[in-house]
């Protein structure tokens, strides 16, 4: 049993910044990797940022050098944080847990970003 919550989403103006959390719990293995994805509406759901065990990461290049992500000390919580946003990072977040050749989604949270 794997579940992921996240939180820090909300209403931000272009520019601005967010945190986003995800904490997972469960049955979760030592060597995972952890990504942030967002969907848009009218748009297909899109890798935004990934993180392995090891630390090696990968972004998209429309958030390159704007979002980075990152594991916290605590075990399991992973951080997505977006600075300088564009009214284009508007989109529903979703946390993802990749083990075992499986994946695992969280909830999504709103992120919007006002022109």
């Known amino acids: 049993q794997v579940q992921l919550v996240e939180s820090g989403g909300g209403l931000v103006q272009a520019g601005g910044s967010l945190r986003l959390s995800c904490a997972a719990s469960?049955?979760?293995?030592?060597?995972?990797?952890m990504g942030w994805y967002r969907q848009a509406p009218g748009k297909q759901r899109e890798l935004v940022a990934t993180?392995?065990?090891?630390?090696?990461?990968n972004y998209a290049d429309s958030v390159k050098g704007r979002f980075t992500i990152s594991r916290g000390n605590a075990k399991n919580m992973v951080y997505l944080q977006m600075n300088s946003l564009k009214p284009e990072d508007t989109a529903v977040y979703y946390c993802?847990?990749?083990?075992?050749?499986?994946?695992?989604w969280g909830q999504g949270t709103q992120v919007t970003v006002s022109s």
């Open positions: 993180l392995t065990y090891g630390g090696s990461t």
């Open positions: 469960g049955s979760i293995f030592t060597i995972n990797t």
């Open positions: 993802r847990l990749r083990q075992a050749s499986q994946d695992y």
